[in-house]
């Protein structure tokens, strides 16, 4: 089963670390992925650019509005993915808990749902959607 662990963590620490410290933590990222990939369970991944370079896009009565930064203000930002093939939910924590990131931040694991025509509360047949 595809499981999304997002990767949440506050900038500003990050922005306190060292050249080192930094450079460090992005060689484990770099580890744990390939150790990901190579055993078959990381399908995808990567990290993101900064919040500030963030836009929220919303469409409203057919008009779109855009905003600068995220939808909301959080004290942890999310900076990164990783889409993960595992057994079950325990195996996807297993795996998210070796995930550099995670002793700065979180790392919220969700399941994919794939897209697919299911039956409504009501009983009538809808389209899934994101």
């Given at each position: 089963m595809k499981y999304l662990a997002l990767v949440y963590y506050q900038e500003q620490i990050m922005n306190q670390m060292s050249q080192q410290e930094w450079d460090s933590l992005n060689q484990e990222c770099m580890a744990c992925g390939e150790k990901l990939q190579s055993s078959g369970h990381m399908l995808d991944g990567s990290a993101l650019q900064s919040v500030e370079t963030a836009t929220t896009v919303r469409v409203r009565n057919g008009k779109v509005t855009m905003t600068d930064g995220p939808f909301a203000e959080?004290?942890?930002?999310?900076?990164?993915?990783?889409?993960?093939?595992?057994?079950?939910?325990?195996?996807?924590?297993?795996?998210?808990?070796?995930?550099?990131?995670?002793?700065?931040?979180?790392?919220?694991?969700?399941?994919?749902?794939?897209?697919?025509t299911e039956q409504n509360s009501s009983g009538g047949k809808r389209n899934s959607s994101p």
């Open positions: 959080t004290k942890e930002q999310l900076a990164g993915f990783y889409l993960l093939e595992a057994r079950d939910i325990n195996e996807a924590i297993q795996l998210a808990g070796n995930i550099p990131p995670a002793r700065y931040g979180s790392i919220e694991i969700r399941p994919v749902r794939e897209l697919q």
